[in-house]
């Protein structure tokens, strides 16, 4: 698998991921919803570095 691939592998999968934990948002209180957008963005952060730097390296 090619680092394009991985890279679209990786984009993927996380985005379900995402969509999957916001989906979830409804079966918790109102309070926690906090905890988790905050995760979700320092999750999205670093994906989105990892996926800086390899961009990057393949030039």
Avoid: I
């Amino acid at each position: 698998m090619g680092g394009d691939e991985q890279a679209q592998a990786l984009a993927e999968q996380t985005l379900r991921a995402t969509r999957e934990r916001l989906d979830g948002l409804d079966s918790l209180p109102t309070h926690e919803h906090v905890a988790v957008f905050d995760t979700l963005q320092q999750e999205l952060s670093g994906v989105l570095g990892a996926l800086g730097q390899g961009s990057q390296s393949g030039r």
